[in-house]
């Protein structure tokens, strides 16, 4: 739709590591209220290009807005406070603490932004119920089962309540079953409150949850795609599709 909010707006982003052209020019605007997935190979420089839209990580040259707000305006104390704010992060591996219970782990941001002890808990109740790992709460990490860790870090990524999530592999370390289930969750979450999920794969089935693909080789975008009304099945094979016409160009 045309009249949809632009969240995120990139526009002739590069990236090198030394002499390492990373992305090559990459524009693209995402929508508030879309699932978009980042989908490429292994290597096609997708968790860089998460980084920078995370703020994580600064671009050698272009430009990147979020919610209209210039990244490369804010300096580093202003852009550590704008990701705190606004962003929700969810990474393969968890990085939940050790040390920590689940219920640490799951309240850390909101400590960082100095919230009453009750307030804390009852968010962290009510996003655990939601994803059904209370009984985890007590538990420290290494107590706990993948699936349960990685609702713990989605837990945490959304205890803020960011307008924007940004997940890397979030299913990575997940079984089929697990993965869907995660997958389902994001999207209902997604569809109640309007967030704006931007999540990276290199999985076609995983890519098949989005509201958009982004299909991205050796640091290019080479395809969009958007599912529109087609069922999930039809996108599906619509994705399996780029991904072969893909692999045709390298068997
Ligand atoms: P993907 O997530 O699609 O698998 P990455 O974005 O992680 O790909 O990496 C893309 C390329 O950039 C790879 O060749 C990788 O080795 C290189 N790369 C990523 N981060 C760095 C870094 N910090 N320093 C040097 N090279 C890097
Ligand atoms: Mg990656």
Redesign the pocket.
């Known amino acids: 739709m045309a009249d949809k909010t632009v969240k995120v707006h990139v526009s002739n982003l590069k990236k090198s590591?030394?002499k390492?052209e990373?992305l090559k020019d990459i524009s693209m605007d995402i929508h508030e209220g879309e699932v978009v997935v980042l989908l490429?190979?292994?290597?096609?420089?997708?968790?860089?290009?998460l980084n920078m839209l995370g703020g994580l990580d600064i671009p050698t040259s272009g430009e990147i807005k979020i919610q209209g707000k210039k990244l490369s305006d804010l300096n580093d104390e202003q852009l550590t406070i704008f990701r705190r704010r606004s962003i929700g992060f969810i990474f393969q591996n968890y990085s939940l603490l050790q040390s920590l219970t689940m219920y640490e782990n799951i309240i850390a941001p909101l400590s960082l932004q100095k919230k009453k002890v009750i307030e804390m808990k009852k968010k962290a109740i009510e996003l655990a119920k939601l994803l059904n790992i209370e009984h985890t709460l007590d538990k420290f990490p290494n107590e706990c089962s993948g699936g349960e860790k990685q609702r713990a870090a989605i837990a945490r990524a959304l205890i803020t309540n960011p307008k924007l999530i940004v997940a890397d592999e979030p299913t990575g370390n997940l079984d089929s079953k697990n993965s869907h289930e995660l997958l389902e969750m994001l999207k209902n979450m997604n569809t109640e409150e309007s967030r704006t999920i931007i999540m990276?794969t290199h999985d076609p089935q995983i890519a098949s949850y989005s509201s958009k693909l982004i299909y991205?080789t050796d640091g290019k975008i080479v395809k969009e795609l958007e599912r529109k009304n087609m069922s999930q099945k039809d996108y599906f094979y619509e994705i399996m599709k780029i991904t072969s016409t893909d692999a045709q160009l390298f068997f």
């Open positions: 590591f030394g390492l990373v490429g190979p292994s290597g096609s420089g997708k968790s860089t290009l990276v991205i």
